[in-house]
């Protein structure tokens, strides 16, 4: 038998197995829907180290929401910069905002889950809508949140930004969110997906109603992690409670990083929380490089071309429904592999006992 010809055919089995759910979540994944309860107050919630540059364009964005009562919480996270100074002078002209300052950073929490505790602790919200300062809310994607928790009945209603991408080392990056989120998880983070092995959220934009917030223990029972919007989620799903990912590209927008070495060094410190384990990187090595690298090595062969056809159509779907650059298609090959340098940079950093860091704090691997 030809041995080409077998592995050919191989490739060709993990580029569809992608393919196949990447339909399914393009049709399950759908934009919020519904009308926010009466009386509902959506508690707009910003943790804030250093975002001096981002805050005004985030307060800004967030105070324009429209359909529901919003308040807007920052926690300045001992910011060195302007950040707490700007945030104060919006709170001085609209009672609407207000400002707060985090205690130091206990033992065994990292800093932005700890900053998220001490938000929930001081929203007066129905709904808590955690963003991070990057993020552009959009005028209805409070309301729009707050009334698909109330259609749905999901206690927590998350989404991925649309994802403004300035810069080839973004576009190396930034794009595997959404394409791993759609391609290789079942049920897309839709709520009937019950097990907490399938629940998905995104920190940027995630919306949870306060009593399941505290029910669930909140980011108090999350506390030492890098990776708290996952971690909140599966932790939700344990305690019984509904979680579903929602098409976000219409409801915010947001710059992750800016240029490659931003990008890197921010997408390898929440690794070691998904795929960079032990167990886990190899299998992911498996089906991603097998899918969408190991194909080039079997061209001409037609069982190849069809694999490289099927990854490069599943990008592109993926990629004009979240409303990312259509030039960061042709980059994806390349994509993958850096996105499995990362993981294995971070495997292999943790294994050495190296800590994690993140806007000058370090952590130790969990």
Not at 144 to 167: D, K
Not at 171 to 183: D, E, K, S, Y
Request: aromatic letters at 8%; glycine letters at 10%; proline letters at 6%.
């Amino acid at each position: 038998m030809d041995l080409d010809f077998t592995w050919a055919w191989i490739a060709l089995a993990l580029a569809t197995f992608p393919a196949t759910m990447g339909v399914a979540n393009l049709i399950l994944v759908r934009p919020p829907r519904g009308t926010p309860p009466e009386g509902a107050l959506v508690s707009i919630l910003v943790p804030a180290r250093n975002e001096a540059p981002n805050i005004a364009a985030c307060l800004d964005a967030a105070l324009a929401s429209a359909g529901v009562a919003v308040e807007v919480v920052v926690m300045d996270d001992g910011s060195t910069d302007a950040t707490a100074q700007i945030v104060a002078g919006y709170a001085a002209r609209d009672a609407r905002v207000r400002l707060e300052t985090a205690p130091p950073l206990p033992a065994g929490w990292t800093g932005k889950v700890h900053a998220c505790a001490r938000l929930a602790e001081a929203a007066r919200g129905t709904h808590f809508l955690f963003i991070d300062a990057d993020v552009r809310l959009a005028p209805e994607a409070a309301a729009l949140m707050a009334g698909h928790a109330a259609a749905s009945g999901a206690t927590m209603v998350t989404g991925v930004p649309r994802q403004a991408i300035g810069s080839l080392g973004e576009a190396l990056t930034v794009p595997m969110i959404n394409f791993l989120l759609f391609c290789y998880l079942p049920g897309g983070g839709r709520a009937f997906t019950r097990r907490s092995g399938m629940a998905a959220a995104c920190g940027q934009l995630l919306l949870v109603e306060r009593e399941g917030y505290f029910a669930a223990g909140g980011h108090e029972g999350v506390k030492g992690v890098l990776h708290d919007a996952l971690a909140l989620a599966r932790r939700m799903r344990d305690h019984g409670l509904a979680t579903e990912i929602v098409e976000g590209a219409g409801l915010a927008t947001c710059r992750m990083y800016d240029g490659f070495r931003q990008s890197w060094a921010g997408f390898i410190k929440n690794a070691r929380e998904g795929m960079a384990t032990p167990v886990g990187l190899p299998i992911w090595t498996v089906m991603l490089a097998g899918a969408h690298l190991w194909p080039f090595v079997f061209l001409p062969r037609s069982a190849a071309i069809l694999a490289l056809a099927l990854g490069f159509a599943l990008r592109a779907a993926v990629t004009l429904r979240v409303r990312e650059p259509w030039w960061t298609i042709p980059l994806h090959p390349a994509t993958v592999a850096v996105a499995l340098a990362i993981q294995w940079a971070a495997l292999v950093r943790g294994l050495l006992g190296k800590p994690a860091g993140w806007k000058g704090r370090a952590y130790e691997p969990v």
